[in-house]
């Protein structure tokens, strides 16, 4: 997606800057027991009972650093762009220096762990390795090599990985300035690095054997680099490799798996093979270099799970463009073109595609999965390090893609791109995305038919946790999204970049979204957990909203907008809330920058930090009132008097921000 403005730049030295000094009570009362402190298990930093039913059903327990035992120092809570406390899970996290630890308590059994981390960059970009230290029970077991080669980006949109790059686009207004400043005399100086971002990477690691809940795990910084930043800690119980004695296996036709020797070709004669023999592709444990895309269609190609098989390549830079504009390739498993008849009766499972990208080449076809995929399956994938985890481009339907992993992305984590129909998103797990965590784009054809239920969005560094552009008859549902970072919202509907317009029904249904809304510059306003945004035409189809949670928003919960140049072309109306809880509001429950109208009905809200309706319809402050109409369907509480409806003017352009306390059990 385009970008919008973005925030102040931070001089990169101050990013190792604690915020606020560590706790060390739960180490001391557990010292003075001689046991291990209980474990603090949450999801997307809450306590998991504020999010049952909701989000991802993953095989894992989370727990924040900040919640562990630490001789190092917690940094946060700070919600400001270009922070490292605001990219961490919950916008807190723990900074050690070389030899300080943090030492988490398992809660269940476990053989496996996720770190999530972030170490600085080279002076001149592109990345340092440093050791982290992991010991079980005060015995050493394994070290870490942390990197972050796959970290730190700079500059405007498409970003770079040079942190003293001059202005990518020094013809585009910045709000450094509040200039443009090729055109300004005498020129700004601008501080660099220019608007850091996407700190944190993540690494997996198998412990060898299985421990027992009361463990401990702990991480200690090694000597090569000057601070660690521990976010979280995942844990999990890995089940034994899974095996295929019916396969076509891809020993047989000559992969490596010792990932020495590249291995596309070997693929492909397996999937060949396959496909005649009527026969699964397995990919037995091993880690295999593959460095292009493996074109798929009617096909299953099933590995031992995504700890044991790990498919890995490199970027590879093309020696012209590709038709399609790609000046790279790299590993990633892709259904046919659509305008080639796509492919159909591909089944993916079981399996690891670890990428290489590292800089934004929105042209670059160097997703994990892509092309056009119809009647198949997407299922126990970890994706990493790609550009986008799976960027599908129809006409396309009747696709499932269920219980994926997909982190660290420089750009989105799905994407259901022009004609996706009749599919389902489910159960599937997205942190760190470089853009939106999850999208439909009905871009010159409408996405019709398709549902995102039970999915986790965590941290999308820009964008949107999940946002509709266009479409008909879509569905979002059971989804739990947190903390975006800039220039987006939790959910965002959306009419803009050439979508299509909403047609028939859009149903958001039982999602929760937990401290969410971005600070948007180029307006100085802060964004709702979820905004809906005329842009480019009115957005009139009939769009339900029940049964949300709206937790601990940083701004607004609900913001309905047009933007200035089109305020008086287009206009959100139609809209229904019901049986929606709003538990905690940094400004106003809803913010109303468009003419238009909504329904509210069983609306409750608590911990309200201004006026509770900030209604500036189209700032044209009529004497009939404002352009934005309210509709009261019974049940509010904590938020809608009477004296607000029908259309009341209670505009404060940027009202003061009061924090909400943490939320609770309602």
């Not at 080639?340 to 042209?363: K, M, P, Q, Y």
Request: glycine share 10%; net charge negative; hydrophobic share 40%.
């Amino acid at each position: 997606m385009a970008v919008l403005a973005a925030a102040l730049a931070l001089p990169l030295a101050s990013l190792a800057v604690p915020a606020q000094a560590a706790t060390e009570t739960a180490t001391e009362t557990a010292t003075k027991a001689g046991t291990a402190p209980r474990p603090v298990v949450t999801r997307a930093a809450l306590d998991p009972a504020l999010v049952a039913g909701r989000g991802a059903r993953v095989g894992f327990a989370e727990q924040e650093a900040e919640n562990a035992p630490t001789d190092g120092t917690v940094i946060g809570p700070d919600r400001t762009a270009y922070t490292l406390p605001a990219e961490a899970s919950g916008r807190r996290a723990v900074r050690l220096t070389p030899g300080r630890h943090v030492e988490f308590t398992l809660p269940a059994a476990a053989n496996a762990i996720t770190v999530r981390y972030s170490i600085p960059d080279a002076p001149a970009g592109g990345g340092i390795t440093a050791p982290l230290d992991v010991a079980v029970n005060g015995r050493h077991r394994a070290t870490m090599t942390l990197t972050s080669q796959y970290s730190w980006l700079y500059n405007q949109y498409p970003f770079t990985d040079a942190p003293g790059a001059d202005l990518l686009h020094p013809d585009w207004w910045i709000t450094e300035c509040s200039c443009v400043p090729s055109a300004t005399t005498p020129a700004p100086a601008i501080a660099k690095p220019f608007r850091p971002s996407h700190f944190y990477d993540e690494q997996r690691l198998l412990l060898g054997r299985t421990y027992r809940a009361g463990d401990r795990i702990r991480l200690t910084a090694g000597a090569g680099a000057a601070w660690t930043v521990i976010d979280l800690l995942d844990s999990e119980l890995v089940a034994p490799p899974r095996i295929e004695p019916v396969a076509a296996d891809v020993l047989a036709f000559g992969a490596d798996p010792s990932g020495r020797r590249e291995s596309s070709a070997a693929f492909d004669r397996a999937v060949a093979f396959a496909r005649r023999a009527h026969l699964k592709v397995y990919v037995p444990p091993g880690t295999y270099q593959v460095n292009r895309h493996i074109v798929v269609d009617d096909v299953t190609i099933t590995g031992a799970g995504s700890w044991y098989t790990i498919i890995k390549g490199r970027e590879v830079a093309l020696d012209a463009p590709a038709p399609d504009g790609s000046v790279h390739t790299g590993v990633g498993f892709y259904g046919k073109d659509a305008a080639a008849g796509g492919s159909r009766n591909v089944h993916l499972s079981g399996f690891a595609i670890e990428g290489d990208v590292r800089r934004r080449i929105d042209t670059d076809q160097v997703n994990g999965v892509g092309g056009a995929m119809s009647d198949s399956t997407i299922e126990g994938l970890y994706i990493h390090h790609t550009k986008v985890g799976l960027w599908f481009d129809g006409p396309m339907s009747g696709t499932r893609v269920t219980g994926n992993v997909i982190a660290d992305q420089i750009a989105d984590g799905l994407n259901l791109h022009t004609g996706v129909t009749g599919t389902v998103v489910s159960d599937n797990f997205v942190r760190n995305s470089g853009d939106d965590g999850l999208a439909m784009w009905s871009e010159r054809t409408a996405d019709a038919r398709n549902t995102f239920d039970h999915n986790t969005v965590q941290t999308p560094v820009l964008a949107n946790g999940i946002a509709i552009y266009g479409g008909t008859d879509n569905t979002v549902s059971a989804n739990l999204i947190a903390d975006p970072v800039r220039e987006g919202s939790a959910l965002q509907v959306g009419s803009r970049f050439g979508a299509e317009p909403f047609t028939g029904r859009l149903d958001i249904t039982g999602n929760t979204t937990v401290r969410a809304g971005t600070y948007e510059l180029n307006w100085k306003i802060g964004l709702g957990a979820i905004w809906f945004y005329a842009l480019e035409r009115d957005i009139d189809a009939d769009i339900r909203v029940t049964g949300d949670h709206y937790l601990d928003n940083t701004y607004n919960a609900v913001m309905l907008v047009a933007d200035w140049p089109v305020k008086d072309l287009y206009s959100i109306t139609g809209l229904r809330f019901k049986d929606v809880r709003v538990d905690g509001t940094g400004t106003s429950v809803l913010s109303a920058r468009a003419a238009g109208s909504a329904a509210f009905e069983n609306v409750h809200a608590r911990n309200v930090g201004a006026v509770p309706v900030n209604n500036c319809g189209t700032f044209h402050f009529t004497p009939a009132g404002s352009e934005f109409v309210l509709t009261d369907g019974g049940g509010n509480d904590g938020w809608l008097a009477p004296w607000l409806l029908p259309n009341t003017l209670t505009c404060d352009d940027r009202p003061p921000v009061v924090p909400p306390p943490a939320p609770a059990p309602w």
